[in-house]
């Protein structure tokens, strides 16, 4: 059962538009989201997170968006660039007794920005 | 630019062979966790250790053995693995997940293995 979902598993959009990734999440103790970047035949790279306290936060072109009630969360990019081209990855962890730092992902999406 | 490093980065091997796979981390992190990314899957934890000790084993098989000699070294050991277990394996580490703060991880390239 998972957990973390990314139900399209790929995005095409033209440079200079807004792309839009979305993640669902089932588990309702997740209070921290992270969003990775993955490049072909690199490891997963840190993009930009979100505590469950907050609803929105931004870091240059990027946007993490979360709707607790909704279980939903999304990555804005705007305005996406042909560099942006890769797999992004959604992940949640969650506080407890048996915390220890396990981040849940989903299956990725693999956007494509089309010059 | 990572603070992960593993080696190596690509892995062939038969399903007879023993062999390691190697993590280090350089950002003074205190834990350290291996994943497997098999095609069309989310990753999947294997396991996290915390200051040297194991504090997380995701029902993985036995022939897949991790160690950690310090907290910025990982090393998976492989032997008898089966055609299934071709995947790429990644290395993360974190500040301290059991340190009550909501953590980030950093990941390593991963060693691209294939099991003949």
């Known amino acids: 059962d998972q957990q973390v979902k990314q139900n399209s598993p790929s995005l095409s959009v033209q440079e200079g538009r807004i792309s839009i990734l979305n993640c669902d999440y089932t588990?309702?103790?997740?209070?921290?989201f992270l969003w990775y970047k993955k490049y072909p035949a690199e490891g997963p790279t840190f993009l930009i997170s979100i505590s469950s306290i907050k609803d929105k936060n931004e870091d240059g072109r990027f946007t993490v968006f979360l709707n607790k009630s909704a279980k939903h969360l999304s990555l804005h990019i705007v305005p996406s660039q042909p560099g942006d081209s890769a797999v992004y990855f959604c992940a949640a962890s969650g506080r407890g007794s048996s915390n220890t730092g396990k981040l849940i992902f989903g299956q990725g999406t693999t956007l494509q920005v089309k010059p | 630019e990572t603070g992960v490093t593993q080696t190596p980065r690509h892995l062939v091997m038969g399903m007879t062979n023993k062999k390691s796979l190697k993590c280090e981390q350089h950002?003074?992190?205190?834990?350290m966790y291996w994943y497997k990314q098999s095609a069309k899957k989310p990753l999947e934890l294997m396991f996290v250790?915390?200051?040297?000790?194991?504090?997380e084993n995701n029902s993985v098989p036995s022939r897949f053995s991790p160690e950690c000699p310090n907290s910025s070294h990982l090393f998976l050991h492989l032997h008898t693995l089966q055609p299934e277990d071709s995947a790429l394996y990644l290395c993360?580490?974190?500040?301290?997940?059991?340190?009550?703060?909501?953590?980030?991880?950093?990941f390593g390239p991963g060693t691209r293995l294939l099991v003949l």
């Open positions: 950002l003074g992190h205190n834990a």
């Open positions: 588990n309702s103790m997740f209070d921290y």
């Open positions: 993360a580490s974190s500040q301290d997940p059991l340190g009550g703060r909501q953590e980030t991880q950093y």
């Open positions: 250790y915390n200051f040297k000790e194991q504090t």
